[in-house]
T-cell receptor, first 117, second 113 residues
């Protein structure tokens, strides 16, 4: 597709269940980011993938959160044993980098809204 | 560590009035600064960016921002608000490694007729 695609758009789950959120970036974009958007908290960085390099996981809030990116394209964010405080909109973005130059232009998907009951 | 602070979580203006959304940054290195906009039910999109060239940066939809090192500010302005400008606006700074963005908490702009 032309843009970043995320699924599901909405997910309601019960506390303690595991959830998987999927992101399909723009074709050819080497960088992929996950952010969490909570009311009043802005966008919180979670994890960053760049090509075949080891991901930057510095923003993951706990070991219940993990992400992978297969074949340098699609990414899945997994939250295990969900808690109510995990309720938020999870945003994926992709970007193209020119060599080592960070353009700062991230292309965002519409997000996956997670509600934990 | 790099960070940005957006003053005012909500700003309301009348249509045709000046829009001013405030952003102050903290950075140990010369920063790259950005404004993103999120329209209702849409993903964020880049409005404009400062990358150490001209201090006055022009973006889409008539918005502009001025980098002021002495004030550590990068405020977003538009001379005349339009109803379609109603959205949430996020200021961001590139992190020290220069490979990801650190966002502020956002400012929701309401425009009244």
């Amino acid at each position: 597709g032309a843009g970043v695609s995320q699924s599901p758009s909405n997910k309601v789950t019960e506390k303690g269940k595991d959830v998987e959120l999927r992101c399909d970036p723009i074709s050819g974009h080497t960088a992929l980011y996950w952010y969490r958007q909570s009311l009043g908290q802005g966008l919180e960085f979670l994890i960053y993938f760049q090509g075949n390099s080891a991901p930057d996981k510095s923003g993951l809030p706990s070991d219940r959160f993990s992400a992978e990116r297969t074949g340098g394209s699609v990414s899945t964010l997994t939250i295990q044993r969900t808690q109510q405080e995990d309720s938020a909109v999870y945003l994926c973005a992709s970007s193209i980098t020119s060599g080592r130059t960070f353009t700062g232009e991230l292309f965002f998907g519409e997000g996956s809204r997670l509600t934990v009951l | 560590a790099q960070s940005v602070t957006q003053l005012g979580s909500h700003v309301s203006v009348s249509e045709g009035a000046l829009v001013l959304l405030r952003c102050n940054y903290s950075s140990s290195v010369p920063p790259y600064l950005f404004w993103y906009v999120q329209y209702p039910n849409q993903g964020l999109q880049l409005l404009l960016k400062y990358t150490s060239a001209a201090t006055l940066v022009k973006g889409i939809n008539g918005f502009e921002a001025e980098f002021k090192k002495s004030e550590t500010s990068f405020h977003l302005t538009k001379p005349s608000a339009h109803m379609s400008d109603a959205a949430e606006y996020f200021c961001a700074v590139s992190d020290q490694a220069g490979d990801k963005l650190i966002f502020g908490t956002g400012t929701r702009l309401q425009v009244f007729p």
